[in-house]
């Protein structure tokens, strides 16, 4: 069974870091476009970061500067990392791979909470 699980939320203030990871399983995504999203209530899914196969990365302008995407292929794991955070950050944040989001299979997400 193909599994997305992501860890690393919490509780943060304004102006600290943390760091999101994804622990894929099921099947090897190390050919695959991958990325994070986030998403309030009642809201879409935004795309906050993504990166290829090769480590090309790309990034919402709103996280440009802040936010970094890597990934481990060998452990077929995504991270992103979070730094100067925001009130607005403060989102669910879910991992997933490029080609599955049309399919709108996701995991359960990591809250992310930044107080101000």
């Known amino acids: 069974q193909v599994q997305l699980v992501e860890s690393g939320g919490g509780l943060v203030q304004a102006g600290g870091s943390l760091r999101l990871s994804c622990a894929a399983s099921?099947?090897?995504?190390?050919?695959?476009?991958m990325g994070w999203y986030r998403q309030n209530p009642g809201k879409q899914r935004e795309m906050v970061a993504s990166i290829t196969s090769g480590g090309s990365t790309t990034y919402a302008d709103s996280v440009k500067g802040r936010f970094a995407i890597s990934r481990d292929n060998a452990k077929n794991t995504v991270y992103l990392q979070m730094n100067s955070l925001k009130p607005e950050d403060t989102a669910v944040y879910y991992c997933n791979v490029r080609t599955f989001v049309p399919f709108g299979f996701w995991g359960q997400g990591t809250q992310v909470t930044v107080s101000s």
């Open positions: 099921g099947r090897d995504f190390s050919l695959n476009v």
